[in-house]
């Protein structure tokens, strides 16, 4: 239901200032009546000494009243305009950081992220706004330019493995006697890639969204759990997997962080060296910050790079991995999201010697 036009806030900020200039001068001359003229006479006498002049002047009330009344209503009506004028002018000067940061809601709201107020000047609560506006933008500009890189990724992967099974059912079509043993093999491949890309992709918006049933949860027996999951990974390709630390608790969805952790270990052991290489698990609880640490061998990785390995589907191509374990480059994206949805912090350290180390801070709570 559209409302009413009514008046702005210049408008009434303009009337404030003029009604308060008002009462001002009006209490003033009430000050003046109360404190004066109520105590000057209405009627007086001059006694006059013989001898002495009589041309003096004795005021009395009615006097004044006639000199004065017309002159107080020329000073109220001066207020009324020159608090109207000036209403109008202050008002406007002070409202226009407001009208700088309205127009900038506008522009935001036609699609146009790039734009910043930057307003100039002391720190007020205008100022605050403005600051507090451009980060929003700021934040959403680049939420939505991640939004649409993922988009597109994720159409492109998705498509890929459709393209491949078409392409398989249309060589099976044109070719009967082909070997239907290896064409059902490799459609076999090309959906459990296509099932699990999927299943990266809710898991990953789940995790963005943020509307998690909390517990409270032990990262050790999670980091426990993850481990031994993972344990036969790690002997076929000649890993050392050991898990080390105390509990660590914190409030958040078991299986979220299960998975959190099982990416990391997972990540951990596929990219590493070739045979006799180590994955440590290390969780510790710090004052009210509960603390995984994910370290794995394998070869020096570029400072550059590792800012981009939680970007999704981007895959550190120099680390060392097989195909049969390549993933779908969601990896460390759900780790990240994981981590945001719980209010944590992860950190990405190149080793000196090769390798990578994953800390993730996340708030801690008491176990029960």
Aim: net charge positive.
């Amino acid at each position: 239901m559209r409302r009413a036009p009514g008046l702005s806030v210049r408008s009434k900020l303009t009337l404030s200032y003029a009604g308060f200039l008002m009462l001002a001068g009006v209490l003033l001359l009430a000050a003046v009546w109360v404190f004066l003229l109520r105590y000057v006479p209405e009627r007086a006498t001059l006694i006059v000494p013989s001898g002495a002049p009589t041309n003096g002047v004795f005021p009395i009330r009615s006097s004044l009243l006639r000199v004065f009344a017309p002159r107080a209503a020329a000073v109220l009506a001066f207020l009324l305009v020159l608090g109207l004028a000036g209403g109008w002018i202050l008002a406007g000067r002070m409202l226009a950081p407001l009208t700088q940061i309205t127009e900038a809601a506008r522009t935001a709201g036609r699609g146009s992220l790039s734009h910043r107020i930057r307003l100039r000047g002391r720190q007020d609560e205008f100022r605050e706004l403005s600051d507090a506006f451009d980060s929003m933008l700021e934040r959403l500009e680049s939420h939505v330019a991640e939004q649409r890189r993922f988009a597109a990724n994720a159409s492109h992967e998705l498509r890929t493995p459709l393209a491949i099974s078409r392409a398989l059912l249309d060589v099976a079509r044109k070719d009967p006697t082909r070997d239907r043993d290896e064409l059902v093999e490799r459609l076999q491949a090309v959906n459990t890639r296509a099932i699990d890309l999927t299943e990266a992709l809710l898991l990953l918006s789940r995790g963005d969204r943020g509307n998690l049933a909390r517990e409270s949860v032990d990262l050790s027996l999670i980091a426990e759990e993850a481990a031994e999951a993972l344990l036969p990974l790690a002997e076929q390709r000649g890993i050392t997997l050991d898990v080390t630390g105390g509990a660590a608790g914190t409030s958040g969805s078991a299986e979220l962080l299960l998975r959190m952790v099982t990416n990391l270990v997972q990540n951990a052991i596929v990219h590493n060296l070739p045979t006799g290489g180590t994955v440590t698990v290390h969780t510790a609880s710090h004052g009210d910050t509960s603390v995984l640490r994910v370290e794995n061998t394998g070869r020096p990785l570029p400072p550059e790079l590792v800012p981009s390995l939680t970007e999704p589907f981007r895959r550190g191509t120099d680390r060392v991995r097989t195909d049969e374990h390549a993933g779908v480059g969601l990896g460390l994206a759900i780790v990240q999201s994981i981590v945001r949805a719980h209010d944590g912090t992860l950190g990405l350290v190149p080793r000196p010697a090769g390798g990578l180390l994953v800390t993730v801070r996340l708030p801690g709570t008491p176990l029960p």
